[in-house]
């Protein structure tokens, strides 16, 4: 059964009026496999995009050499093959390529198609489902997001771990009557930043905020609004921050917060004017 031009493949296509394709069939006495049939990947000639013939292009007539669109392979001179369905940073190779990752991708798609009896874009689906679309780098952001997101954990469970331990050693020392309230120097656990240092000012504020956060969420409400009022004190614009927190933080949380934010001021104000005269002690020492 040869015709002019074509090859004979011992092969024949058939179509079965089912379904599920059966592993075998009888052509006379003989038992003969049946396999399904994968077509190749349909490439367009004219754009080179993969699912369409030149006939229903609507693309722009792309070089399958070079990937450019002001000439087409047979008077491409280009040294560099380039896949227009492809990015950038793989091995580069020209459209037709039989080894190029979309054509590799669209076979796979034609494969399931074929096995399962699905149509083109079921098929897509259950592809992309056992493919998830990340590249290298999302994938790289991905962990980094993930480890960052670990650390900063860390860093609070330690920073309340902190706050915890300071808490108990202050009420150790309210209960053996050495100190009361307003000599709690360390501001509910918080070494207080040095005010002339805007980087300490502004990495004290945020981890005030979040400590603050953090403690009223586990319902500790004293030692959250300790925490939330030294945020407000080395505020630049404590007033935006107030309006903030009153609209977050329930009523009474917010009460207290303005009872103790004087003494707040105050305890900072305290701490900055010790730092000013022991820096002022240490550049007379020198
Ligand atoms: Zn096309
Ligand atoms: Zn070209
Ligand atoms: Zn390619």
């Known amino acids: 059964m040869t015709k002019r031009g074509t090859v004979s493949t011992n092969n024949i296509i058939l179509t079965f009026d089912s379904t599920d ?12 496999r049946v396999r399904p049939f994968v077509p190749a990947p349909m490439r367009c000639f004219r754009c080179q995009r993969f ?10 007539p792309t070089c399958s050499k070079c990937a450019s669109q002001d000439h087409t392979d047979e008077t491409c001179d280009s040294e560099t093959p380039r896949c227009v369905n492809c990015g950038e940073g793989q091995t ?15 076979k796979e798609i034609m494969t399931i198609k074929a096995t399962r009896n ?34 900063r954990e860390a860093r609070r469970a330690r920073l309340v771990q ?5 808490k108990e050693a202050s009420s150790a020392d309210s209960a053996s009557g050495s100190r009361k309230q307003g000599a709690r120097a360390a501001a509910g656990g918080s070494a207080l930043p040095d005010l002339r240092s805007q980087e300490e000012v502004q990495t004290f504020f945020l ?18 609004v300790e925490h939330l009022c030294n945020a407000v004190a080395v505020c630049h614009q404590p007033q935006q921050l107030l309006q903030v927190l009153q609209q977050t933080v329930p009523p009474q949380v917010f009460q207290l917060l303005l009872q103790r934010l004087p003494l707040a001021g105050q305890r900072l104000a305290a701490s900055a004017a ?6 002022i002690t240490e550049d007379d020492v020198e």
């Open 51 to 60: 699912g369409h013939t030149k006939d229903n292009c609507r693309g722009r």
């Open 92 to 106: 580069p190779h020209s459209a037709y390529d039989r080894s190029c990752p979309a054509y590799v991708k669209e």
């Open 118 to 151: 699905l149509p083109f874009k079921e098929a897509r689906e259950v592809y992309n489902q056992s493919h998830p679309k990340t590249s290298y780098a999302q994938k790289e952001a991905l962990r980094r997001g993930e480890e960052e997101r670990k650390a």
């Open 21 to 32: 394709l059966p592993s075998e069939i009888r052509v006379g006495y003989v038992k003969v």
């Open 207 to 224: 981890q005030e905020v979040q400590l603050g956060e953090e403690l009223l969420a586990q319902g500790n409400m004293e030692d959250g």
């Open 162 to 166: 902190k706050a915890l331990e300071a």
């Open 274 to 279: 010790a730092k000013e005269s022991a820096s």
